[in-house]
Nanobody, 117 residues
């Protein structure tokens, strides 16, 4: 089973940028869909962006134009470039992979993103 480890979070001022990384313990080339999620305190986890093996991307409305998801299959890594960050983007960010069943896999530790005003 592929394990995913998120990194790249931190504290940033409003308007700043961060690039998150999701490193997989094995090959992600055959994984059709990879996604980034976030969960803010007291809120449900929500999908931020996803990318297919073919490179097709989808974004939540609340990040469109500010976020770019990408994947490097050679490095078994998925990235999330976030720009123009706002305090409401503060959350723990998780990456995940969609299993052949169509369900998302188990959750890792995530990486904390905190945006100060």
């Amino acid at each position: 089973q592929v394990q995913l480890v998120e990194s790249g979070g931190g504290l940033v001022q409003a308007g700043g940028s961060l690039k998150l990384s999701c490193a997989a313990s094995g090959s992600i080339g055959s994984i059709n869909s990879m996604g980034w999620f976030r969960q803010a305190p007291g809120k449900q986890r929500e999908l931020v962006a996803s990318i297919t093996s073919g490179g097709s991307t989808t974004y939540a409305d609340f990040v469109k134009g500010r976020v770019t998801i990408s994947r490097d299959n050679a490095k078994n890594t998925v990235y999330l470039q976030m720009n123009s960050l706002q305090p409401e983007d503060t959350a723990v960010y998780y990456c995940n992979r969609k299993r052949t069943s169509g369900l998302w896999g188990s959750w890792g530790q995530g990486t904390q993103v905190t945006v100060s005003s």
